[in-house]
């Protein structure tokens, strides 16, 4: 589901005497007295201010051949909105860069991406001001896009930066705003350098990251980042100026099971044991599950759904970035690739969660109840036990449960490694995070193996599971 990860490293960037050196940065510091952190709060009256949005990139040139013969200018600008980009040339990106339909993700369609900003979820008052980056060629077609915002704080993203924002904020320097390029509120791993499948495809891909720096520099933002992007593109960009960091989600996959009871029989007996006394519970509870999908979902559903989410985010004290009509919007431009899980009681709804269908990969996202309501193994039964059964009939090679949760582990979702890339344009910052990550990676590929030490399968079948 889509919540903060488990693992959340406590080693700060200064746990130890820092080696920040403000006469080595980029530029003369700014005047401490004018700096604001906006870390906690957002709204109207947090944005980017002065700033001159959607500033002119570009243009950049690309060759066939070493002889520069066939040279092709392409332009680089900025979109306010994905709404100036047609979904034909956005989705075109987004599945060409997988290469096949198998690989399709939901999230970086046009779909998904529009339908948060048409119903003000990420919006300049919520503090995502879009600005993504459109390459097209000499005839105005689209080659390549990156969805991108500026961002007055970190939340959202599940990739936690605060301790970087408050060692800018302890010597004096602004953190934000900063470029992050993402789906909102989405810890789903995929490509976010979306490209035609063109001979130019390498070249459009460089100029693209050039012009992601080149607007980290002409917006004047602390940082560039890039989370949950694809591995190939974390590798790609080590070379090109970005700090690298890894992070951890709990996956399930799908090993050419025909039912769950098959599943069930890779396991350990007491973790198997314990799978099947969870879900007799359901029944007992004069609880039905139903799995809805496209126009199974009816605009009561959607209503109810929102009502759980708003009962999980309040009680985590977190905000409620999601809008009704955000859910009610991807149920109508989305269709088959929703599927909400549900629990009725006497026909009446108490709990779902929402997944999402992509190529290969079910993706589970958000969860929610009645306020006040108490299921034994409810929320085990609907994110977990359902959305595996739901990958076994749809033939999917895995479900995706997100971050949070060593609970999943025992329940067969392994923990995988995910990505991020971050871009700081300040030298003497940028050396102090490297040195950050260094340290956090290691921790996490500790923590990785420890979990794994104890993981649920059969000692044949753990043998196979592979991370880095």
């Excluded at 948060?116 to 990420?122: A, Y």
């Excluded at 105005?140 to 007055?152: E, H, R």
């Excluded at 496209?294 to 009561?300: F, N, R, Y």
Aim: charged share 25%; glycine share 6%.
């Amino acid at each position: 589901m889509a919540a903060s990860p488990m693992l959340r490293p406590s080693l700060l960037l200064r746990s130890s005497p820092s080696p920040y050196n403000p006469s080595s940065t980029r530029t003369s510091p700014r005047n401490p007295s004018k700096c604001k952190v906006f870390a906690l709060f957002w709204g109207p009256k947090k944005n980017s201010g002065s700033r001159e949005l959607s500033p002119s990139l570009g243009p950049y040139t690309l060759t066939t051949s070493s002889s520069q013969v066939d040279m092709q200018r392409i332009s680089v600008s900025v979109a306010p909105s994905i709404l100036d980009i047609s979904s034909e040339d956005w989705d075109a990106c987004a599945i060409d860069v997988t290469g096949t339909e198998k690989h399709f993700n939901p999230f970086l369609t046009h779909a998904f991406l529009s339908s948060l900003e048409e119903t003000g979820c990420s919006t300049k008052e919520t503090g995502w001001i879009p600005q993504h980056i459109v390459a097209r060629d000499e005839n105005g077609n689209v080659l390549g896009v990156v969805p991108l915002y500026l961002k007055s704080h970190s939340y959202g993203e599940f990739v936690f930066d605060y301790s970087w924002a408050d060692a800018y904020y302890s010597y004096g320097y602004s953190y934000y705003p900063k470029l992050q390029c993402s789906v909102p509120f989405t810890p789903v791993t995929g490509h976010r350098i979306l490209v035609r499948d063109t001979v130019y495809k390498s070249q459009v891909f460089d100029a693209l990251v050039e012009a992601l720096k080149d607007l980290a520099a002409k917006l004047d933002v602390s940082s560039l980042h890039i989370t949950f992007p694809s591995e190939t593109e974390w590798c790609k960009l080590k070379d090109r100026g970005f700090l690298q960091r890894i992070g951890m989600q709990y996956h399930w996959k799908n090993r050419n099971y025909k039912s769950f009871d098959e599943f069930l029989m890779d396991m350990r007996q007491s973790k198997r044991k314990n799978i099947r006394l969870e879900r007799k519970k359901i029944s007992t509870q004069n609880l039905k599950m139903r799995r809805l999908r496209g126009t199974d979902i009816k605009a009561k559903h959607w209503d109810s759904f929102y009502s759980f989410y708003r009962n999980t985010t309040d009680n985590k004290w977190g905000r409620a970035f999601l809008t009704r009509d955000f859910f009610h919007n991807i149920g109508e431009k989305m269709g088959e690739k929703v599927m909400l899980i549900v629990a009725e009681e006497d026909e009446k709804l108490v709990a779902g969660a929402l997944n999402l269908i992509g190529g290969d990969t079910l993706f589970g996202r958000l969860w929610g109840c009645l306020p006040d309501a108490y299921y034994p193994n409810l929320h085990f039964e609907a994110c977990y036990y359902q959305a595996i059964e739901a990958a076994i009939e749809l033939n999917l090679n895995k479900v995706e449960a997100g971050a949070q949760g060593e609970h999943k582990i025992q329940r067969g979702y392994l923990p995988v490694t995910t990505y991020s890339c971050h871009y700081i344009l300040d030298e003497g910052f940028r050396k102090a995070i490297g040195g950050f990550l260094v340290n956090e990676t290691a921790q996490v590929k500790h923590v990785m193996e420890l979990l794994c030490e104890s993981g649920p399968f059969k000692e044949e079948i753990m043998k196979e599971h592979q991370f880095s």
